[in-house]
C-alpha cells in the first residue's frame, strides 16, 4: 500500500538556522502531498500542500516541491524562529475512493533561540 | 465560520469498557475522517463518513465503529477496548471531492488503564 517515509528526529536547530526535513513516498498512481504541523497540545494545521509533479508548495516561509522522479516532498525554510517548534508530518492522499490521508511518522524540530 | 469541534478533550476509560467521542464538522462540510494518532507516531485512517455511511476504512477492527448525523457530526465508537488504544483520536472534516483540504479538530486524549 501507500506510505510515507521521514527523516528520523528529534531535530534540533539555532534560531535562523535553515531547515530540512526529508520526505519519500511510495504510492500508485498520482497522490498529492502535505506538509502538517502539530504544535504542542494541538491537533494538526495543514502548512502547505502540492497535487501535481514539480508544483511547489509553500507557506510562512516554509517551502516544499513534488519530485516524482525522485518520489520525494521536501520540507525546507531559510531561518527558522523558535515558534517554528512543532512536529512535522509528511503526507499523501490516497485516492483510492475515500481520499485519506497516509502520514508519515513525523518529526519533532525544536528550535532554540 | 467555526472549525471543527471535538469532544471530550481527554477521557480515562478501563480495559473492556466502550467509549463514545464525538465532532462536529467545520461549517459547510460534508465529510469527516477519523484518524487515531498514538504516541510518537503519525496518524491512522480509521473510517470516513459521507452521506451518513462509511465510504472507506483504514486497517482498524470492527469493535471501531462510527455514526454521520443529517447535520454532518459524527461519533466514533470503540467497545471492548485495549490498552493500546490509548491514543489521540482526530477528526477531519472536508467537503466532498474536494480532498486536499481537510480540517482537524484538537482531538480527544484516550486513555485505556
Known amino acids: 500500500g501507500d506510505s510515507v517515509t521521514q527523516m528520523e528526529g528529534p531535530v534540533t536547530l539555532s534560531e535562523e538556522a535553515f531547515l530540512t526535513i526529508n520526505c519519500t513516498y511510495t504510492a500508485t498512481g498520482y497522490p498529492s502531498l502535505f506538509w502538517y504541523v502539530q504544535y504542542p497540545g494541538e491537533g494538526l494545521q495543514l502548512l502547505l500542500k502540492?497535487?501535481?509533479?514539480?508544483d511547489k508548495g509553500s507557506n510562512k516561509g516554509f517551502e516544499a516541491t513534488y519530485r516524482k522522479e525522485t518520489t520525494s516532498f521536501h520540507l525546507e525554510k531559510g531561518s527558522v524562529q523558535v515558534s517554528d517548534s512543532a512536529v512535522y508530518f509528511c503526507?499523501?492522499?490516497?485516492?483510492?475512493?475515500?481520499?485519506?490521508?497516509?502520514f508519515g511518522k513525523g518529526t519533532k524540530l525544536t528550535v532554540n533561540p | 465560520e467555526t472549525g471543527v469541534t471535538q469532544s471530550p478533550t481527554h477521557l480515562i476509560k478501563t480495559r473492556g469498557q466502550q467509549v463514545t467521542l464525538r465532532c462536529s464538522s467545520q461549517s459547510g462540510h460534508n465529510t469527516v475522517s477519523w484518524y487515531q494518532q498514538a504516541l510518537g507516531q503519525g496518524p491512522q485512517f480509521i473510517f470516513q463518513?459521507?452521506?451518513?455511511?462509511?465510504?472507506g476504512r483504514g486497517n482498524f477492527p470492527p469493535r471501531f465503529s462510527g455514526l454521520q448525523f443529517p447535520n454532518y457530526s459524527s461519533e466514533l465508537n470503540v467497545n471492548a477496548l485495549e490498552l493500546d488504544d490509548s491514543a489521540l483520536y482526530l477528526c477531519?472534516?472536508?467537503?466532498?471531492?474536494?480532498?486536499?483540504?481537510?480540517?482537524f479538530g484538537p482531538g480527544t486524549r484516550l486513555t485505556v488503564l
Open positions: 502540492a497535487t501535481k509533479a514539480d
Open positions: 477531519a472534516s472536508s467537503i466532498s471531492g474536494n480532498w486536499n483540504e481537510q480540517f
Open positions: 503526507a499523501l492522499s490516497d485516492q483510492g475512493g475515500s481520499e485519506k490521508l497516509v
Open positions: 463518513y459521507y452521506r451518513e455511511e462509511e465510504n
